[in-house]
C-alpha cells in the first residue's frame, strides 16, 4: 500500500536550518508531483511547496521564498524540504502530499526560543 514517511523534524531556534525528508513506496513515485504542506495549531493546512515529477519546476507559498528549498530523487523514492533561516512561525506539523491523493503521518517542527 501507499506510505509516506516524514522524518527530520525537531526543536531549533530561529535562524537555524533543519531538512526534512519523505519516504515514499507502494506507488510509482516519479510519474506524481510531490508538496509539502503544513499545519500550524488552531490553523488550517496550508500548501508550503510543490515540486514536479522530474524535479524541474518547483513552487513555494510567499513566506518560505528563498528560505525554503523542495526537491526529490526518483531513484530514492525521497522528497525533501531543506528550510533555512527558520523563523517562529514556521512551526507546525510538515506533511508529505503525493498527488494522487496520499498523505503522510507528519513530521513536528518547532521553532522556539
Known amino acids: 500500500q501507499v506510505q509516506l514517511v516524514e522524518s527530520g523534524g525537531g526543536l531549533v531556534q530561529p535562524g537555524e536550518s533543519l531538512r526534512l525528508s519523505c519516504a515514499a513506496s507502494?506507488?510509482?513515485?516519479?510519474?506524481?508531483?510531490m508538496s509539502w504542506y503544513r499545519q500550524a495549531p488552531g490553523k488550517g493546512r496550508e500548501l508550503v511547496a510543490t515540486?514536479?515529477?522530474?524535479?524541474?519546476?518547483?513552487n513555494y507559498r510567499e513566506s518560505v521564498k528563498g528560505r525554503f528549498t523542495i526537491s526529490r530523487d526518483n531513484a530514492k523514492n525521497m522528497v525533501y524540504l531543506q528550510m533555512n533561516s527558520l523563523k517562529l512561525e514556521d512551526t507546525a506539523v510538515y506533511y508529505c502530499?503525493?498527488?494522487?491523493?496520499?498523505w503522510g503521518q507528519g513530521t513536528q517542527v518547532t521553532v522556539s526560543s
Open positions: 502530499y503525493a498527488h494522487k491523493g496520499d
Open positions: 515540486v514536479t515529477t522530474a524535479g524541474a519546476g518547483t
Open positions: 507502494g506507488f510509482t513515485f516519479s510519474i506524481y508531483a
